[in-house]
């Protein structure tokens, strides 16, 4: 069984920064892109940024940075520059083999973030 967990959310002033950090863990043969979405009150689900194992990103949000540690099964966000409007739940994602054959799609439960003064 795969788990994804976030940490790192919380309450932040307009104009400062969070990290975000998901951790895969489980039975994990490979994981490819791993990636943060987020979901505010009323609206769909986004994403923000995505990250493939060779180090290749999808930066939607230009004022975010998607990192990643391969050996640790790891991803980051590091967020700068926060709007009231970036308030919403942030959802890890990646996809994961848990054998040699397909990938499949696993989500966190995601981390609220609120951007507030």
């Known amino acids: 069984q795969v788990q994804l967990v976030e940490s790192g959310g919380g309450l932040v002033q307009p104009g400062g920064s969070l990290r975000l950090s998901c951790a895969a863990s489980?039975?994990?043969?490979?994981?490819?892109?791993m990636g943060w979405y987020r979901q505010a009150p009323g609206k769909e689900r986004e994403l923000v940024a995505a990250?493939?194992?060779?180090g290749s990103t999808t930066d939607v949000k230009g004022r975010f940075t998607i990192s990643r540690d391969n050996a640790k099964n790891r991803v980051y966000l590091q967020m700068n520059s926060l709007k009231p409007e970036d308030t919403a739940v942030y959802y890890c994602?990646?996809?994961?083999?848990?054998?040699?054959?397909?990938?499949?799609?696993?989500w966190g439960q995601g981390t609220q973030v609120t951007v507030s003064s």
């Open positions: 489980g039975r994990i043969f490979s994981i490819t892109t």
């Open positions: 990250i493939t194992s060779g």
């Open positions: 994602n990646a996809l994961i083999a848990t054998m040699p054959g397909p990938l499949l799609n696993y």
